[in-house]
């Protein structure tokens, strides 16, 4: 009977064991924080200066929202950025409300309609 006891602790205990790293692998994932670039402005012109003062981790997501039929989003490399081009491979969202979860590192993004990104339309995010 104590052999039964023992086998029923120690499969208890798994199973307590499991059920907290559960609770904490969800915790980590409710930690994601959505940010909406521009707050109440949107993803408009002079954007750059929005990301003074927050802090991105990767997992996080920024909401882009922009009228369509003016606007796009594109998700591309440092040499995107700095020559306001995006590449083929570059994703480009055009929803106007586009959810993109930040990768670790510094993550780019431009509105690749000819001048916009050259008139400010771009933002460098980094995400530890």
Request: charged share 15%; net charge neutral; with cysteine.
């Amino acid at each position: 009977m104590s052999n039964h006891q023992g086998r029923c602790s120690s499969s208890s205990a798994i199973v307590v064991a499991c059920t907290l790293i559960l609770v904490l692998a969800q915790s980590e994932i409710t930690q994601a924080k959505t940010f909406t670039v521009g707050d109440a402005s949107g993803w408009s012109f002079n954007v750059q200066s929005w990301t003074k003062g927050k802090k991105f981790k990767a997992g996080d997501a920024l909401v882009f929202n922009y009228d369509p039929s003016v606007h796009n989003v594109a998700a591309v490399d440092m040499n995107g950025y700095n020559s306001c081009s995006a590449s083929p491979s570059s994703a480009v969202y055009g929803s106007g409300n586009d959810e993109i979860k930040l990768s670790k590192g510094r993550n780019y993004f431009i509105c690749s309609i000819p001048g916009h990104c050259d008139g400010g339309l771009k933002i460098a995010v980094d995400a530890a």
